[in-house]
């Protein structure tokens, strides 16, 4: 049976499920309707990862909330940038648009994505599993006007009322009518080329109706110039709602298509100590400026999922299709009785495509690894293409090549559909206010990736302007074609040609219970995770005599060339099941003391767990020829935390700080270095919230310190007692702001201390401070300008580097955030 037959069977499987788990359960929703489009009181409502709706100060978890209003003042460049404004997340916001590393109080990121913290959508998951490889769930997550705010919690309840979040969930809240009125904006950049248009409306349609509809639509280069509009593309959010004198109602949908450059590491140049390191530019090509895309790169010949020729666009860069439609409700019954729930369906589709130095390095020695001693280089593409390179140690002014892996990953399907479920009753019992809820969680999540890498060689040049480079040898025969090396990831030693085809399905029967005396209240969940993962995975890294290279004449032309005997393969024929089940158990208490009106404090204890999804497969820890699993402990990672804290709120002013300690357990792949890692962590630290206001100023700020160290290490044991790789001490921001009738000014500080690139260590990044600051100016009634810098001093900020030390030549490859960007808009509100 071939690869294509079991996809649409998949796809068959999936849209029955939806349909019969429809039928099975009423369409209600999840949580009170407390809306984003409603005004802060002072009382602010708490409506993520908790039972029912409850006051942020009679609640016993670390709760933030921000609007998308403010946000936009700091001119974010992604999603991820937005969820730096958060205390405890630490957001690597330097791959673009999408594939940022997030973390939470020290909770790891040993790969990438956001494994123990959940990405939502009005309380549902964007994903299933927030690192899902090529496909991390902020990838599908886009901020517009039609988000009226971003809610997080950190630990606490989020274990027992989410599936796979034992660190926290951030939830994105839509606007669903509540106010009447709407805004148009239209904004470009000032210093990069990009276009963007944002507009929403909402309001009463009469006889209990409201609605919403907002979007966006912008294409640009993005903040680095790839010689192409980079990004290009847009979405649609509507939503309609009927109220009734005891519930509502609302239907939800969206649209996403959008294409977002990827930027994976760059080369800069490390001189120094790795205790002291100094990072530089390399000489032609700036490292927040720059990136290894090029006007003369843009399409990528190689074999497709089937083994077949296929041209991909390189353009696509993180291709995000997204359909998602869901119902939402609530109802209130006799006595104190109230059903809630939510269902959604998402169809999600895309590509991950991006080139990857494998490594950099001289040119002539690089030529002489592929061609051998006295090997010559030409260019391949651009404006002199087949002409010889003369002088390669001159090349570009920096005399190096980076010998690409071009990570080329099509997202067939990431669908899922997820439903939760829940009934509660409020009642007395003697003095006490009690609240018990009952509920159940289903979601089912597609994982049909096809991974189609290819190698190149380049010249490493900035302006989008990086020619490929053709290698012939000493007798003048090509050893490349149109700068392709192999038709596979021959720098990572022919690895990952594959295909995977696997569906999860997690049913999470909860309770929880909730007793206020007073000042006082007590609470506590629990949480039963029943898995089940099923499927297959195509490739030759599964070992059994699998054939995974072969020569193949993919372009066509009648002839075998070097690049094509080195053609990687998909054993279409020889796939390995995915044959397993897991259940867990999760579980929190917490108590909260509310001392005076304006002063509480809290303490929690939890048990979360993370299931692992296809960054378990290709590894030790599946058996390839049953499926099941070698190690039953590998299905799940647990996490213990405990937290204590203190929240006040008076007037203008208010502080919140809460403690924390977590122990982690963590198996996980790694793609870039092709790592397994089999560890425990902890971790302690405190976290800081603050916010005053007084006449027209403002100020808030956070900031988290946190002690994470690796406790041991089954893969390698030398690790242990290290820091975390990345992981910095200390984290912060702060946003001062003054505003008047006529104007708003303000600045937005984001800074991080050191850390280290490795596990192991030795090189240091170094800690940064990021400065963003706008101005906006209302010179007429609902008519507003501003403009935005992004990073205004251009700072070079390292979020990851592959090395661990500094290697002989001095080349790093890391990743940095992008340098200055400034925007300006125009906007008129309804």
């Given at each position: 049976?071939?690869?294509a037959?079991?996809?649409a069977r ?10 019969l ?31 029912r ?18 946000l ?18 630490r ?7 999408g ?17 123990f ?14 690192d899902i ?8 997550l886009?901020?517009?006007?039609s ?7 950190r ?18 809240i ?9 805004a ?18 909402g ?24 010689g ?11 939503n309609?709602t ?12 969206k649209y ?40 003369y ?47 959604r369906?998402?169809d ?12 950099v ?12 001693a006295?090997?010559?280089?030409r260019?391949a593409?651009?404006?002199?293409a ?9 090349l ?23 439903n939760?479920?829940?009934?509660s ?7 006490a ?24 060689l ?18 003048g ?15 990572f ?32 969940s ?18 059994g005599g ?15 060339s ?6 990687s ?7 390995s ?12 208490f917490g ?5 005076a ?5 809290f ?15 290709f ?13 039953a ?9 405990a ?9 203008g002013v ?50 988290t ?15 242990a007692?290290?820091r ?18 006529l ?11 050191s ?13 940064f ?22 990073n ?29 960007t400034i ?8």
């Amino acid at each position: 049976m071939t690869f294509a037959s079991h996809s649409a069977r998949r796809a068959r499987r999936l849209l029955t499920g939806a349909a019969l788990f429809a039928l099975a359960t009423p369409a209600f929703a999840q949580t009170p309707p407390a809306t984003a489009d409603a005004n802060d009181t002072g009382e602010e409502i708490v409506v993520t990862a908790v039972a029912r709706g409850i006051n942020k100060l009679d609640s016993s978890v670390s709760v933030s909330s921000v609007s998308t209003e403010q946000l936009l003042k700091f001119a974010p460049r992604s999603v991820a940038e937005m969820f730096r404004q958060l205390p405890g997340i630490r957001s690597e916001s330097s791959g673009g648009e999408g594939n940022a590393n997030i973390a939470v109080r020290g909770l790891p990121v040993a790969s990438g994505g956001a494994k123990f913290l959940q990405l939502q959508e009005d309380g549902l998951p964007v994903l299933e599993f927030g690192d899902i490889t090529f496909g991390n769930a902020d990838i599908f997550l886009r901020s517009d006007f039609s988000v009226g705010r971003i809610e997080s919690i950190r630990g606490g309840s989020a274990s027992t009322f989410a599936s796979n979040s034992p660190g926290g969930v951030i939830n994105l809240i839509s606007k669903t009518g509540e106010t009447e009125g709407g805004a148009v904006q239209a904004g470009l950049g000032l210093d990069f080329k990009e276009y963007r248009l944002d507009a929403d409306y909402g309001g009463k349609l009469g006889d209990g109706w409201r609605y919403h509809i907002g979007g966006f639509y912008r294409q640009g280069t993005g903040p680095r110039d790839p010689g192409y509009d980079g990004n290009r593309g847009g979405q649609i959010k509507a939503n309609i709602t009927r109220d009734f004198g005891n519930g509502y109602i609302r239907v939800s949908a969206k649209y996403l298509d959008d294409r977002a450059i990827g930027y994976l590491p760059n080369p800069v140049l490390v001189t120094g100590t790795n205790a002291n390191p100094n990072y530089q530019n390399v000489p032609g090509f700036s490292i927040n400026q720059d990136t290894l895309h090029s006007r003369y790169f843009r399409d990528a010949l190689t074999l497709g999922p089937d083994n077949k020729p296929v041209t991909n666009d390189i353009q696509d860069g993180q291709r995000a299709k997204v359909f998602t439609i869901g119902t939402e409700a609530s109802w209130d019954f006799a006595d104190g009785w109230n059903v809630i729930d939510r269902f959604r369906y998402s169809d999600i589709s895309g590509r991950f495509i991006s080139p990857f130095p494998a490594s950099v390095g001289g040119a002539q020695a690089t030529a002489n690894s592929i061609g051998g001693a006295g090997a010559t280089l030409r260019y391949a593409t651009g404006d002199k293409a087949g002409q010889t390179i003369t002088n390669p140690g001159s090349l570009n002014g920096n005399g190096l090549l980076a010998s690409i892996v071009l990570f080329n990953t099509k997202l067939n399907s990431l669908d899922n559909i997820t439903n939760d479920l829940r009934l509660s009753k409020e009642t007395k019992w003697g003095d006490a206010d009690v609240t018990l809820t009952g509920g159940w969680y289903f979601s089912r999540q597609t994982i049909d990736t096809s991974w189609n890498w290819s190698s190149y060689l380049m010249e490493v040049a900035g302006g989008g302007n990086a020619a490929l480079i053709d290698v012939a040898n000493a007798a003048g025969q090509l050893q490349t074609e149109k700068g392709v090396v192999a038709y596979g990831a021959s720098f990572f030693g022919n690895c990952c040609r594959r295909n995977y085809d696997l569906n999860y399905t997690t049913n999470a029967p909860f309770v929880a219970a909730t007793v206020k005396l007073d000042t006082l209240t007590l609470d506590g969940s629990l949480r039963y995770d029943l898995g089940r993962a099923r499927g297959q995975v195509f490739g030759a890294d599964l070992g059994g005599g699998r054939v995974g290279v072969a020569s193949i004449d993919v372009n066509g032309n009648g002839t075998i060339s070097k690049p094509e005997t080195q053609t990687s393969v998909v054993p279409l024929g020889s796939p390995s099941p995915v044959n397993y089940n897991y259940d867990y158990l999760s579980y929190s208490f917490g108590a909260n003391y509310r001392i005076a009106d304006d002063l509480a404090v809290f303490a929690r204890y939890s048990r979360g767990a993370r299931a692992n999804a296809d960054r378990l497969t290709f590894g030790p820890a599946i058996n390839s020829t049953t499926g099941k699993l070698v190690d039953a402990d590998a299905a799940v990672d647990f996490v213990k935390q405990a937290e204590v804290g203190l929240k006040y709120r008076k007037g203008g002013v208010g502080l919140y700080a809460t403690g924390f300690y977590a122990e982690t357990q963590e198996q996980n792949f790694e793609a870039t270095t092709q790592r397994f890692f089999d560890r425990n962590y902890d971790a302690w630290g405190v976290e800081l919230e603050g916010n005053v206001r007084s006449g027209g100023f403002s100020l808030a700020a956070t900031g988290t310190y946190t002690h994470a160290r690796i406790k041991s290490d089954v893969l390698n044991p030398g690790v242990a007692g290290n820091r975390p790789r990345r992981q910095a001490e200390f984290i912060y921001q702060l946003t001062p702001q003054y505003e008047q009738d006529l104007f708003t000014l303000g600045a937005n500080l984001v800074g991080t201390t050191s850390s280290f690139a490795q596990d192991d260590n030795q090189l240091k990044l170094p800690g940064f401070a990021q400065v963003n600051a706008f101005v906006v100016l209302r010179p007429i009634d609902r008519v507003s300008v501003s403009v935005n810098a992004n990073n205004l001093f251009n700072t070079k900020g390292f979020t990851e580097a592959e090395e661990g030390a500094i290697p002989a030549n001095g080349i790093v490859r890391a990743r940095s955030i992008s340098g200055r960007t400034i925007s300006a808009s125009l906007r008129y509100d309804f």
